[in-house]
């Protein structure tokens, strides 16, 4: 890589740039399961999705709703904006 791509990358932050076309049906079945229930309940393979969307800057730990020691999990404007670019809400899934 030439140094002038590795600039640029460092401009635009840590997230991996992916938009809401490319995310997989069980991605938006995560944002959903965040947008209701803030990602309590999820399966092994779901958790596995939840990490490369918080990773990428669509989901976000929740700073409220620690409950029992259970981390809550909340969308960011860009989990929202892929929701709604697909139509799909909190009560889709």
Known sequence: MDAAHVAGCRQ??????????????????????????????????????????????????SRTGHVAGQTHYRLTIEGQRALDDRGAGANEA
């Open 12 to 61: 635009q932050g840590p997230k991996v740039d992916m938009t809401s076309t490319e995310l997989s049906d069980q991605a938006i079945s995560v944002l959903v399961d965040v947008a209701r229930a803030s990602g309590r309940d999820l399966n092994t393979a779901q958790r596995l999705e939840l990490d490369r969307l918080v990773a990428s800057g669509f989901v976000a730990v």
